[in-house]
């Protein structure tokens, strides 16, 4: 696609219910990189694909997050029994290889609230 | 531990001021830094400096680096509404992508 695309963009749940986030990166693009923004703060590094493969999982929260990235394209983040603190906003974003030094390219993000 | 840290925090100037941001950096085997303007959603690419004392420009906006003194600076003149966003600085270490860190922004508001 044009740009990179997430869904949903917007997102209200309960706590304790399972949320799961989508990404479709650039076409071409084989780096793909979740984040989270807190409000008020900074990009908090979540995880990042080369490929199909994660080679740091280190910056997922807890262990109710996960991610998976299949066919070398779409990513999906899973938060399981979420918590209030899991508010925030996820910012995907991708890059050509990862050893090209090129800039990432963000999506709009999904805004997941936790009531 | 490596970090990146932006001042001010938040900065409110009128419409035609100068502004300048200022982006500190401590990255173990530091590749480059970026710069990225956020408005309300996606934060969009600026600026991405590997060399130092080169000035890259585009427009109004204009950025260097000193890796020397481990800062970068982005300078906006003639300063317009459309300008207010949060501009976010990141570092990016050598073969680490995985490892790129971002400041937690400087808020920029112009007032008309």
């Known amino acids: 696609g044009a740009g990179v695309s997430q869904s949903p963009s917007n997102k209200v749940t309960e706590k304790g219910k399972d949320v799961e986030l989508r990404c479709d990166p650039i076409s071409g693009h084989t780096a793909l990189y979740w984040y989270r923004q807190s409000l008020g703060q900074g990009l908090e590094f979540l995880i990042y694909?080369?490929?199909?493969?994660?080679?740091?999982k280190s910056g997922l929260p807890s262990d109710r997050f996960s991610a998976e990235r299949t066919g070398g394209s779409v990513s999906t983040l899973t938060i399981q029994r979420t918590q209030q603190e899991d508010s925030a906003v996820y910012l995907c974003?991708?890059?050509?290889?990862?050893?090209?030094?090129?800039?990432?390219?963000f999506g709009d993000g999904t805004r997941l609230s936790i009531l | 531990e490596d970090k990146v840290v932006q001042s001010p925090l938040s900065l409110v100037v009128h419409e035609g001021d100068t502004v300048t941001l200022n982006c500190s950096y401590e990255v173990t085997n530091f590749r480059s830094l970026l710069w990225y303007k956020q408005e309300k959603k996606a934060p969009t690419f600026l600026f991405m400096l590997t060399s130092s004392g080169i000035e890259k420009k585009s427009g109004r906006l204009s950025s260097i680096l000193d890796k020397k003194e481990l800062f970068s600076i982005l300078n906006i003149t003639a300063t317009q509404t459309g300008d207010s966003a949060v501009y976010l600085c990141?570092?990016?270490?050598?073969?680490?992508?995985?490892?790129?860190?971002f400041g937690k922004g400087t808020r920029l508001h112009i007032l008309p």
């Open positions: 694909f080369q490929g199909n493969s994660a080679p740091d």
């Open positions: 974003a991708s890059s050509l290889a990862s050893t090209s030094n090129q800039p990432q390219h």
């Open positions: 990141a570092a990016s270490p050598l073969n680490r992508d995985d490892k790129i860190i």
